[in-house]
C-alpha cells in the first residue's frame, strides 16, 4: 500500500514556513499530522498539502539501511477525481534529524477507500463554503449518472442480443476454386460484458425482498448462505467488563439524500477507537422498525453509524430510537430532507453533533456480523448501544412517508458470541 500523506510547502524553491501540526488521527503506536495552514489550492480542485506520520517504534528503512520514526510527504490531490501524486518525501530519526529526503514523480494515482490517502484527501479535500460542496456534489451526481446510463445501456443491448432469435442460415455452395480465393472473414470479438456491475434491484418487499436478495446477483449470495448475517436477536450474551469505546464526534456540515432504500446523512468527519482500532465516520442511514432485536424486543428505529478503519475493516454503531421526547440531532436532519430520490441537500447553515445523538449511557453488546443491505458482506463488528434514545411520534410518522418498513428480519445466530457490557 502507498504511504502517501500530504503536503504543504509548494516544489519553488522558496523558504517556507515551519509547519504547525494539527492531529488528523491517533492509534495506538501512530499517529497522523496535517499542516493545516500549509494547504494550497490550485486550479482544477486539486490541493498541495504536507502531512506526516509519526510512529512510537521505529521502522526500518531499506534504502539508507537506517531508522526513521517520522514519514513527511509533500502531496498534491484532485479532490474531484480522488486521485493522489506524491511529490516528495522526508524520513527523519527525530524532530531534528534527518535521515534521507526523495523527490518523487508525482505520478497521480487512484485514491483507494479506507487508506492513509483517502483519510487525508477527505481532511483537505472538504470544501470550504456550501457552494463548494455543491459543486463538488454536482459534478459526482453528474459522473454518476453518466456511468449508470453507460452501463444499462450495455445490459439492454446484452439482453436484447439474448433474446433475439437467430436467423436461419442458407446454405452457400461453395466451389474448390472459390473456396480456394475467397478471402478469410475476420473472425468479430465477442462484446465484453463487465458482469461485476450491479445490475439487480432489491428491496424490501415483492420480488427484490430480503428472501430473494441471493437470487438476484451472483455477489449478494452471502445473503442467502453466510453463517455470521446481520441482524440477530441478541440474547444469551456473556456478560464482561467490556473497554469503552471512545467517540470522537464533533460538530460538523452533513448532507442528506433519499439513497433509494433509507435516509442516509453524509458525515465525512469524527471516529471511533475500540480495542485499540480507530474506524472513521462516514454516514449515519435508518430504519423503521430496528432490525436489531434485544432478547425479541424490536424498538421503533434504530440508526446505524457506519465507520471504516484504515485496512478497509468496517465497525457499526447502532443506536437504538424508541417514542419520548423530540430529538434535535433527528430534527435538524427532517428539517433538510430531500424533495426527491436521490437528490442531494447540503445545508449551508446547518450542522449537527453526532455525540450528542447517543445515549448518556454508553455500554453495548459486540459482536460479528455483516452488512444489512446486499451484497451482505461479512466480517462488520456491531457495536449496539444498550440504551435508546428518545424521538418523537411526529418524526417517527415523518421517516414513515418515506419508509414504512425497511428492515431486514433477523439471521440466525449460529453459535456466535455476543458479548455484553455490565
Not at 64 to 84: D, F, K, P, W
Not at 116 to 122: A, C, E, G, S, V
Not at 330 to 351: D, F, G, H, R, Y
Request: aromatic content about 6%; some cysteine; hydrophobic content about 35%.
Amino acid at each position: 500500500m502507498r504511504l502517501s500523506i500530504i503536503g504543504l510547502v509548494l516544489l519553488s524553491g522558496l523558504v517556507q514556513a515551519a509547519p504547525t501540526w494539527q492531529l488528523v488521527s491517533s492509534e495506538p503506536g501512530k499517529r497522523i499530522e496535517l499542516d493545516r495552514a500549509g494547504i494550497k489550492r490550485e486550479e482544477g480542485n486539486k490541493v498541495v498539502a504536507l502531512a506526516r506520520l509519526v510512529v512510537e517504534k521505529e521502522i526500518s528503512d531499506t534504502t539508507s539501511g537506517g531508522t526513521y520514526r517520522i514519514m513527511e510527504s509533500l502531496t498534491r490531490y484532485e479532490c474531484v477525481q480522488r486521485n493522489a501524486a506524491n511529490l516528495k518525501r522526508v524520513y527523519r530519526k527525530s524532530e531534528t534529524e534527518i535521515l534521507r529526503e526523495e523527490e518523487l514523480k508525482g505520478e497521480s494515482l487512484p485514491v483507494r477507500s479506507g487508506t492513509l490517502d483517502d483519510k487525508i484527501l477527505r481532511e483537505v479535500c472538504r470544501p470550504q463554503t456550501a457552494a463548494e460542496t455543491q459543486a463538488v456534489l454536482d459534478r459526482a451526481n453528474e459522473a454518476a449518472t453518466q456511468l449508470k446510463v453507460a452501463n444499462q445501456a450495455l445490459i439492454d443491448k446484452e439482453k436484447a442480443k439474448a433474446t433475439k432469435k437467430p436467423a436461419t442460415k442458407v446454405a452457400k455452395v461453395v466451389t474448390p476454386v472459390a473456396r480456394k480465393h475467397a478471402p478469410a472473414k475476420p473472425k468479430k470479438p465477442e462484446a465484453v460484458v463487465e458482469t461485476h456491475q450491479h445490475t439487480a434491484h432489491w428491496s424490501y418487499s415483492g420480488e427484490g425482498a430480503p428472501e430473494n436478495w441471493h437470487k438476484l446477483d451472483p455477489r449478494f449470495k452471502l445473503c442467502g448462505s453466510g453463517q455470521r448475517q446481520s441482524p440477530i436477536d441478541i440474547q444469551d450474551s456473556i456478560r464482561v467488563d467490556l473497554e469503552p469505546i471512545q467517540f470522537n464526534y464533533r460538530m460538523v456540515p452533513f448532507s442528506i439524500l433519499d439513497n433509494g432504500h433509507s435516509i442516509e446523512a453524509v458525515i465525512s468527519n469524527g471516529s471511533i477507537t475500540v480495542t485499540g482500532k480507530t474506524y472513521d465516520l462516514f454516514g449515519i442511514h435508518f430504519h423503521r422498525p430496528s432490525e436489531e432485536k434485544i432478547n425479541g424486543k424490536r424498538f421503533d428505529m434504530v440508526a446505524h453509524l457506519v465507520h471504516k478503519s484504515d485496512d478497509g475493516r468496517l465497525a457499526v454503531v447502532a443506536v437504538l430510537m424508541e417514542k419520548g421526547m423530540e430529538n434535535r440531532f433527528i430534527q435538524t436532519l427532517w428539517n433538510n430532507l430531500p424533495l426527491e430520490k436521490k437528490m442531494v441537500v447540503s445545508p449551508p447553515n446547518a450542522q449537527v453533533d453526532p455525540m450528542a445523538f447517543l445515549p448518556v449511557r454508553r455500554d453495548y453488546y459486540t459482536y460479528m456480523g455483516s452488512l444489512t443491505t446486499p451484497p451482505c458482506t461479512e466480517g462488520v463488528l456491531w457495536l449496539v448501544l444498550k440504551q435508546p434514545v428518545a424521538v418523537s411520534q411526529e418524526q417517527i410518522e415523518i421517516f414513515s412517508r418515506f419508509y414504512i418498513d425497511n428492515t431486514r428480519p433477523v439471521q440466525p445466530a449460529y453459535g456466535r458470541i455476543i458479548k455484553e457490557g455490565r
